[in-house]
């Protein structure tokens, strides 16, 4: 029986809310493999709202471009000024290859398109890791954590084992986000230190201190957000961990958030106004206290309201920004960054893997994040957050839909089998 045609996901590149299922009719023949070429086809893909983030920077940070065009796309899809496609985090699955060294059937986990039109990749396999490099020139100027795949064999079933490739495919890179921020940007070994952008600017041990700090994350129910809490608990000497982590977030991940465990406190964004004070007196910070306030995607104005309550209330706050408001409002503290001695500061998870590697060697860095990540699946995953599995493109527009108008419960993973 021929497989059904390919379909993809476009969006509007000025509304990223607007999106259309799109299915390949002349798909056939796919270009011809060049040399050294592979075929790969997504398997399992994720959906959570830094997918929002690739559609929203795209023109920014070339996440529009990840993908060559598709030579069947019709028109008026294939007007890349106004259409265009981002990528998922997941498993895609080699399905033709021209390149010895990976096979047919290998299974590649990492930066994937979106939907189940097969993709060619001019490839070479790094010695030291055995990990999969992009290397073509259209993705050269894409950040590096992009570019790199880690492979599992032929033999491996992602079927057999779905749980586990699901939440590997929903949480892992942002777990990995935190690991890095967690043992890097806030290290308590001045040897891995590193600025959270990952790049040699001013970051000191006493700016990455997190000992009896008080720690506020925005949008605390996030995937991200929820790691980095769990390693702050799970992943650092006992004298080196915050007095309190406390969490900010909406009515709707409340009680989630707070079934979760890994919070002190809760706020609502509700609960924040710039000019009411006492929520620092309540969080007990004082002059002296040293405070980490990150944003994982807090909603509205929360971040620069808070960021105006802790300042006032304490001479060391280190504001990191590690994404912003879902739905696109842009935030004064952006402009902070560029302020020498602000104290604002944004992570990038390419950069910190890059200093990461440096610092602990590339196959010690794959090797910590593996122990930590399997450490967590070991104990569970977290606590009351559960996969829930699509099939298929349709089901996988019908959840973009549902996590752009906010309606999905705060406790599921979006994962798709495509
Ligand atoms: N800088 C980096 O290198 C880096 C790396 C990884 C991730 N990130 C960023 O971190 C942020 C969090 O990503 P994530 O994948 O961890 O988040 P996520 O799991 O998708 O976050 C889920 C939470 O977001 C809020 N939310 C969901 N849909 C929403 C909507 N339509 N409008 C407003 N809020 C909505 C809800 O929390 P509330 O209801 O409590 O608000 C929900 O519980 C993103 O901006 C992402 O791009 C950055």
Redesign the pocket.
Known sequence: MASPAPQVQILDKSDYTKQYLVTLHNADPLPDLAAREIRIRSRIISN???N???ARLGHLFGWWNVWAAIPSLPAPYDDDSKYGRVSAWGYGEVIESKNDRVPVGTKLYGYLPIGSYPEALQVTVEDETGHVLETSERRASQMQIYNRYIPYPPELDLEADKSSRGLDSALR??FE?SYMLNRYAFAWDSANLSHPLGVPLPWSSSDADLANAVVVLL?????????FAYLLRQSRPAEQKPRKVVAV??A???S??EKTGLYDDLLL?TDISSTDDSIAARLGIDANTKVLLAN????GTVDEDLHAILTRASKSVITL???????GKGSKLNALTEVPGSGVV?????G?RDSGMKSDGKVGYFDGLSQEWTRLKENGGINGLTLQWGKGMEDYSKGWDS????S?D?TL?LVYEV
């Open positions: 959570t709202t830094n929002f983030t690739y890179v942002f986000t949008g605390a129910s996030g995937k991200t957000a929820l790691s977030g909406s709707q991940s409340r989630f958030t964004y994982f995607g807090g909603r920004i590690v994404g912003g408001d879902p739905q944004v992570c990038n998870a390419s910190l996590l752009c108008n906010g999905i705060p993973g």
